[in-house]
């Protein structure tokens, strides 16, 4: 259950978490045509508080509305502010904060005419997305019978609500099967990411990751890539297959929710010694090691609240 705040910022304006509501006949609820972030506000070690990479997740925020041909009513400053103050609001430290924009009622045939075009800000308080012991030991995953959406049937750069109906299907067929997480493959086969997370795999030092094909952008992705290369690590954006995957010496996601999580088994195969790897392992403590800001070097990806 999600773990309530007082305000939540509302076309803005604050109003109480249990007050923030829609109309049962809201566009987005019927066809899916929102957009959102996922974002991550870190304690710091000197106590303070900062949004990681607050700027380019307001920036993917635009890019989502404007595939999905949404006209956002406030600026990208106005966001950026917008999702500070109700960190400060709610006297969040750390925790998740979640933009979304959505059509309200109007029209309620496909073509949202002249919907209105909200946005909320929600934050909260939210751990380890797949389980503080899964940061640890790592995740069991089954690829899934369900494919990661074709480039040209859903827009994949874009986080929009809709497109998640796949991520859930296949998220739900993993736990009823019981593992942790769904593996997707691309409509050609090859390995895309997880229901909601991107993935790595780790072989003789070197690290791949599929190129930005059917995988949403991430930005966790993107960090790890800059991370792994700063820590001479050689890194490929280059499509590889589940068998590959099978064989590799390690493997993890990585996202927002997800932070960095190893991959300790594959449709019941071991990957490595069945473990978080050493590689992974070190990059996990540097990703870390950045967030909480204790990596002067990476200060730049840091918003103070
Ligand atoms: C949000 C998301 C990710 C991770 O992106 P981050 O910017 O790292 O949070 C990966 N895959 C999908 C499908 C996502 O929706």
């Not at 305000?7 to 803005?12: A, L, P, Y």
Request: hydrophobic share 40%; proline share 4%; net charge negative.
């Amino acid at each position: 259950m999600v773990q309530k705040t007082e305000k939540i910022w509302f076309d803005g304006q604050f109003v109480p978490w249990e007050e923030a509501n829609v109309h049962v006949l809201n566009h987005t609820l019927h066809y899916g045509s929102g957009v959102f972030e996922g974002i991550r506000c870190y304690q710091c070690s000197d106590g303070s508080s900062a949004v990681f990479r607050l700027e380019e997740h307001v920036s993917r925020f635009f890019d989502s509305a404007h595939i999905a041909m949404i006209t956002l009513p406030f600026t990208r400053q106005e966001i950026f502010e917008a999702i500070l103050n109700t960190l400060r609001l709610n006297h969040l430290k750390a925790g998740y904060i979640r933009p979304l924009a959505y059509l309200g009622e109007g029209a309620m045939g496909l073509l949202p005419a002249d919907n209105p075009v909200h946005v909320i800000i929600a934050v909260w308080p939210w751990g380890a997305y797949l389980g503080e012991e899964a940061l640890q030991k790592g995740v069991a995953v089954k690829t899934s019978s369900f494919t990661r959406h074709q480039v040209n049937s859903m827009m994949t750069k874009a986080k929009i609500s809709g497109n998640y109906v796949n991520s859930t299907l296949a998220k739900r067929e993993a736990w009823a099967d019981g593992y942790d997480e769904a593996l997707m493959l691309d409509s050609e086969g090859y390995v895309a990411e997880a229901s909601g997370e991107n993935i790595f795999c780790i072989k003789n030092s070197v690290l791949k990751t599929p190129p930005l094909g059917s995988v949403l952008p991430g930005i966790t992705r993107d960090c790890l890539i800059t991370l792994a290369r700063d820590m001479e690590y050689r890194v490929l954006e280059q499509r590889f297959t589940r068998d590959e995957l099978y064989v590799a010496d390690e493997a993890f996601f990585c996202g927002t929710a997800a932070e960095l999580t190893p991959i300790r088994a594959i449709d019941r195969r071991a990957i490595g010694a069945g473990e978080a790897g050493p590689v992974t392992k070190l990059l996990q403590q540097e990703f870390f090691s950045v967030v909480h800001g204790d990596n002067l070097k990476y200060a730049g990806w840091l918003t103070e609240v």
